[in-house]
C-alpha cells in the first residue's frame, strides 16, 4: 500500500510540471549593412562623425568611417578630418554581447597614415539596433570608441 501511494504521489506530481519546449533562437541574417553614430577620444581629442558597414554572418564587420573634429583658435576655425577603412572579427558570433578584434586604417586629412587596433564589445539586444565600445592605441597612446546605430538592410 505504501509502494501504491508513493507512485501515485510521484506520477501526480510530474503531472504538474511543466514539459520542457525545444526553444529554436531566431537566427541573424547572413548579411546585415549598418549605419551608426561615432565618436571617439585620443591624445588628438575629440572626434565625431558616422559609419557604414556590412557585417557579413555576425563574425566579420567591414566599414567606412569619417570623423571630424572642429577646433576654435583665437583666430580660425580649423576642421580636421580622419577617414578609414575598419575590418572587425567576432570571438562569439552568436551572442548578443560579442567581443570584436578590430583594425582601423585611414588617413588623417590625407596626408598622414594611422593603424589603429582597439578591442570592442558590442551589444545587440535586438536585431535592428546595437552599441558599440572599444579600446584602442593610437600613437602609443589610449583610444576610446563608441558607435550607437542601427541596421539599415538585412538578407
Given at each position: 500500500m505504501k509502494a501504491l501511494i508513493i507512485v501515485l504521489v510521484i506520477f501526480i506530481g510530474t503531472l504538474s510540471l511543466p514539459a520542457q519546449d525545444?526553444?529554436?533562437?531566431?537566427?541573424?541574417?547572413?548579411?546585415?549593412?549598418?549605419?551608426?553614430a561615432y565618436g571617439r577620444r585620443s591624445i588628438l581629442g575629440y572626434m565625431n562623425g558616422i559609419n557604414i558597414g556590412v557585417d557579413i554572418?555576425?563574425?566579420?564587420?567591414?566599414s567606412y568611417?569619417?570623423?571630424?573634429?572642429?577646433?576654435?583658435?583665437?583666430?580660425?576655425?580649423?576642421?580636421?578630418?580622419?577617414e578609414a577603412i575598419d575590418v572587425s572579427y567576432a570571438i562569439n558570433p552568436k551572442s548578443n554581447l560579442k567581443l570584436e578584434l578590430n583594425v582601423?586604417?585611414?588617413?588623417?586629412?590625407?596626408?598622414?597614415?594611422?593603424?589603429?587596433?582597439?578591442?570592442?564589445?558590442?551589444?545587440?539586444?535586438?536585431?535592428?539596433?546595437?552599441?558599440?565600445?572599444?579600446v584602442g592605441?593610437?600613437?602609443?597612446?589610449?583610444?576610446?570608441?563608441?558607435?550607437?546605430?542601427?541596421v539599415i538592410f538585412k538578407r
Open positions: 525545444y526553444y529554436i533562437m531566431p537566427s541573424r541574417a547572413s548579411v546585415q549593412i549598418e549605419l551608426a554572418n555576425s563574425r566579420w564587420n567591414f568611417t569619417q570623423l571630424v573634429q572642429i577646433a576654435k583658435g583665437a583666430d580660425r576655425i580649423s576642421q580636421n578630418k580622419f582601423q586604417g585611414g588617413f588623417y586629412n590625407k596626408n598622414y597614415l594611422a593603424i589603429h587596433p582597439s578591442l570592442q564589445v558590442k551589444y545587440a539586444p535586438e536585431s535592428d539596433y546595437f552599441v558599440t565600445f572599444g592605441k593610437s600613437d602609443g597612446f589610449p583610444l576610446f570608441n563608441f558607435k550607437v546605430g542601427a
